[in-house]
């Protein structure tokens, strides 16, 4: 854990009580100021291919698989 922050912009306030080790400082200050800035977010959209990076079911071992680490990423910086 390294810091905790608190970006202000009008009566908008973005806290971000730690930080973990291992997540780029840099990524979530932008993130925090992109959002009490409120800038318009990019639509992403991922296509489903062969590639399977929302998981699935997998029938050579009969179980679901997860998503790809790429997709739960984008998910959370989502929220």
């Avoid at 800038?39 to 998981?55: C, Y």
């Amino acid at each position: 854990m390294y810091l905790g922050v608190a970006i202000t912009s009008g009566l908008q306030k973005v806290v971000v009580p730690f930080i973990d080790f291992g997540i780029p400082v840099e990524y979530e200050v932008s993130r925090s100021i992109a959002t009490v800035a409120r800038q318009q977010r990019k639509k992403l959209g991922v296509l489903t291919t062969d590639a399977r990076l929302f998981g699935g079911f997998d029938p050579s071992s009969m179980s679901q698989s997860r998503n790809q680490l790429i997709i739960d990423e984008l998910e959370s910086s989502m929220k």
